[in-house]
């Protein structure tokens, strides 16, 4: 059996590279995949505690966030495509039409 | 029976000059100007055909009838009724405004015709005539109120058609401001004295527990000396407002902005003697309280000579009859003062007959000046006389005879020259002063100037040379004009018969509603006085103007020569400059004040601070919104990260 400990270590190393990622990358595909990194981080916690304590609802919640990755993916996605179009790149940082 | 059935006539006086605006006010717009013109005199003619039933009626029955028609306002304690008093004093104004009215409106249809056009808007017409009607409905409402309360609504408007008329050309006056201000001017003096109106009102009311001119009347006998006076008092603020007396006179002369027909109907035959029927229609306050009747004596008398004194250095033709109207005011009021109530309602009627005489006929001058100015205006010359300056007439007499005939007979009337009917008028408020010594020297030197300063400014108008091109080339004006004028100056000359011995008819009229009116006498030494001093005041200005008024061009006023510095003195308008100095001076000083650091620093830079605090906050915070995405997001983990710092330590 694995410790714990070494789960949640890995999780909250994907999750500063998500993090990282986000911050720092301009290319708005690479940011969406940080942002997966993140929820799935979280996803790891979630399933490794209920392993721990042998109950089922955080086996639960990591399908919920799932299936809520799926469909915010295929929102972003989306945008993506679209901003692409009007733009001709995916750099996030020549987003900034609405800077005030 | 003829008598309650003429008696129930009476709201038509108000009614009928009010369709007469109607009619001009919904249709007037597709009427031509003979239209407009004959809507309003046949409503002026027809309140006076009222009028002369009413007449009728009381002369079958003079007994005071009491017709009510309306509620206006219940309250526990007093009830506001709209109803009319047909008596013989309020019919006998009624027949002298809507008389005079009359022909008056008759005459605005040729003067205006010419106005309109010479001031270039001739739409104003039909506006005008039904400010006209509007006036003669509001008088009415006045003399035939049976209560204080309806008689200040007839007051108020009066009050208004009278700015509404004097600012009829607004936009004219020097500097483009001056008719406007002078309407205001009149308007803001007449509140001073609608102050005292109403507080009159609401003493009476406190104290009677009723307008109703019987009750407060039969109340009055029983009422405390305190009660009384401060009520007569205030009454006699009122007087001095609406009739132009000291100290509230002065915006009568500025009135004189309004068209002609205007003053000679307002303000000098019918709304400035509203004060005089006040204080007679009010006697029994007055008997009850001695104190105030003679301090009204005093006014009038002082406002008598004040304005013959001012009158004599005018060159205005017609600033001169507005300072005229008021010394003659203030020989009604100081007859009104002494109880001698027949003869200021007969000076007060004679008045209205030669006042508007000389009004209408200075207007009829100043139309041929204005046709004289046109018709002149191709010469080379074209120097702006103004047709209101009589430095500027002269030899008028020759161009326009009928108007010199008709302005003689005024002159001479107002100057009280027998058997003209100013002598007669006249010569019984002297008869009556002959008891106040004092009072009757006042009047007898106001009666010399009169006469003087009616004959300067025949002089300088009709004789001579003629001192303008306007003057040259002046011409008589038409029927419409000249007609009223003939008909006034008739009525100048016969109006003395209404109260002379033996028959005395205004005396035996108003003897039904008076009371205590002491029989009229004609005291020959009186009679042989007034002469003296109107024939003294001709003679002293013949011999001062007969040789000048033949000068090519004017020079220094012979009466400076005689009087010096004097002359200037009485043209200052000290009262104006003491109500700048004390009143408006510091108003305006504390308005400026309030505008200029009350409004627009204080409150005005309050709001503008928000506005600043706004903008600068806005200018801060938007550097943080610089549009890049990634920092926002590390802005979101920062929060983030504090959120669930708190959270675990917490």
Known sequence: MVPVDYYLILSAIIFSLGVIGVL???NALVV????????????????????????????????????????????????????????????????????? | MPIPEASQLVPWVVFIPLIGLGINLLFGKWFKEGIIGTVAVLAALGAFVVAVLLALGLKANPEAVVRPLAVWAKFENIRLEWAFRVDTLSVWMMLVVTGVGTLIHLY??????????????????????????????????????????????????????????????????????????????????????????????FLMAAAFGSLDFDVVFQQAAGASSDLLLAITLLLLLAVAG??????????????????????????????????????????????????????????????????????????????????STISQLGYMVAAAGMGAWVAAMFHLTTHAFFKALLFLAAGSVILGMEHGHKASASDADHSVDDPQDMRNMGGLR???????????????????IVPLSGFFSKDEILTAASHF????????????????YMTRQVYLVFFGRTHSHSAEHAVENGAIITIPLIILAVLSVVGGELNIFPTYHLEHWLEHTLEGIHPSLMVPWVMVVSSLLAISGIVFGVLLYRRYVRES??????????????????????????????????????SNWLSEI?????????????GKVTIWSSEKLRILQNGYVRSYALAVLFGAVILIGYLLLH
């Open chain 2, 553 to 590: 061009s004017l020079q220094v006023d012979p009466l400076r020569r005689v009087i010096g510095p004097f002359f200037t003195t009485l043209q200052q308008r000290w009262f104006d400059r003491a109500y700048q100095a004390v009143l408006v001076g510091p108003y305006y000083a504390v």
């Open chain 2, 437 to 452: 010594p004092a009072i009757f020297i006042i009047l007898g030197v106001s009666a010399l100037l009169t006469a003087f």
């Open chain 2, 398 to 416: 020759g161009k326009m005879p009928v108007t010199f005939t008709v302005y003689l007979v005024g002159a001479l009337a107002l100057a009280g």
């Open chain 2, 108 to 201: 605005s249809i040729g003067y205006m015709h010419s106005d309109v056009r010479h001031n270039g808007d001739p739409g104003r017409f039909r506006r005008y005539f039904i400010y006209l009607n509007l006036f003669i409905a509001s008088m009415m409402v006045l003399v035939s109120a049976n209560n204080f309360f309806m008689l200040f609504v007839g007051w108020e408007g009066v009050g208004l058609c009278s700015y509404l008329l004097i600012g009829f050309w607004f936009e004219k006056g020097a500097e483009g401001t001056a008719n406007a201000k002078a309407g205001k001017k009149a308007f803001i003096v007449n509140r001073v004295g609608d102050f005292g109106m109403l507080m009159a009102i």
């Open chain 2, 242 to 323: 609406k009739s132009a007396q000291l100290p509230l006179f002065v915006w009568l002369p500025d009135a004189m902005a309004g068209p002609t027909p205007v003053s000679a109907l307002i303000h000098a035959a019918t709304m400035v003697t509203a004060g005089v029927y006040l204080v007679v229609r009010s006697q029994a306050l007055f008997i009850a309280s001695p104190t105030s009747a003679a301090v009204v004596m005093w006014v009038g008398a002082l406002t008598a000579i004040l304005g013959a004194l001012v009158a004599v250095s005018q060159y205005d033709i017609k600033k001169v009859l507005a300072y």
């Open chain 2, 598 to 610: 009350i409004d627009h620093r204080v409150i005005d830079g309050f709001i503008d601070g928000i």
């Open chain 1, 32 to 100: 969406f995949m940080s942002l997966e990194l993140m929820l799935n981080a979280a996803n790891l916690v979630l399933i490794t505690y209920a392993a721990y304590y042998r109950v089922l609802s955080g086996q639960l919640i990591v399908f919920f966030v799932m299936i809520v990755a799926a469909a915010e993916v295929a929102v972003g996605l989306a945008l993506l495509v679209a901003i692409f179009r009007a733009k001709k790149s995916v750099d996030v940082d020549q987003m900034s039409s609405l800077k005030g």
């Open chain 1, 24 to 26: 720092l990358r301009s």
